[in-house]
């Protein structure tokens, strides 16, 4: 402050006596409205001034009284709030803070750790996802398919075994190319049973030993006056291993893997092996079929009929 503004400022004490004044008439309502209304109110009211100040042993001077009564008509030494508006919510926002401020930094927090585990940890994961699938529907997955298809090619001795594996190479490729996985992996399971079973070698024999029936006969459902006849086969392949295969249960219609299983056979067939068992209880001609490698079907040795059950 420049030492011309000190000179002309009034001293400390005369503005916080002539506040003192304003805050004496305004606590002085009564005395106000008495003297303030009609003539000459001015000087009477400072006359009422001067006596009150005497009373408390304060002696004020009349240019300070004079001051008092001129700032309580102008509102000086009042605080008049700001109107309401933008500004005045924002700074009473601001003052507020402490109640609302650590909720919206929870929440600006959290907002913050999802929009980054979605854009930089889900969204990348759902498009590795969509990639992995397109790549294995358009290449991995028609990859196997042919690779499958080749090695039957290769290895049967039977053009059938080409002609279905053909049908179900075209099948499982049309699948591939339209999305479908569950399709395209439904023609591959088929192909790789189909090589399986060109590469099984084995022998198929009647079951003879103790425990276990080596035939039996049943009246099918469709038909109560007839009868058809089984005998218990296993199949055992070079090693002496019994095999587990998967068989058509006719009555069923459902295809099961088993170790043994009823091959339906003709009357004299059934009858035959069953005296060969009652001759000394051991069946001799006990071989029914083979399967040699290369072949889908079994190359039988005795009569049958073709169908097959697997529970009894």
Sequence with gaps: MSAQSEKNSPPLDEVMLAMDVVDT???????VARELDGDNREARLIDRLREVYRNQGIEVPERILKEGVAALEEDRFVYKPPDAGFSRSLARLYVSRGSWGKWVLGIGTATVLFMSAYYFAYLPYRAAQAEAARIELSETMPAQMLSLYGAIFEETKVQSAVTDAQEILKRGRAAAAEGDRAGAQKAIDRLSSLLETLRQSYTLRVVNREGVKSGFWTFPEVNSDATNYYVVVEAI???????????LNEETGETERVSIWGLR???????????DKTDDGIIQRNMVGRKQYGFLDVNYSIPVSGGAVTRW
């Design 237 to 247: 392949d070079s090693e002496g291993n019994a095999l587990t295969l998967p068989v």
């Design 265 to 275: 056979v003709p009357e004299r067939t059934y009858k035959a092996i069953g005296a």
């Design 25 to 31: 008439l305004r606590h002085r309502q009564g005395l």
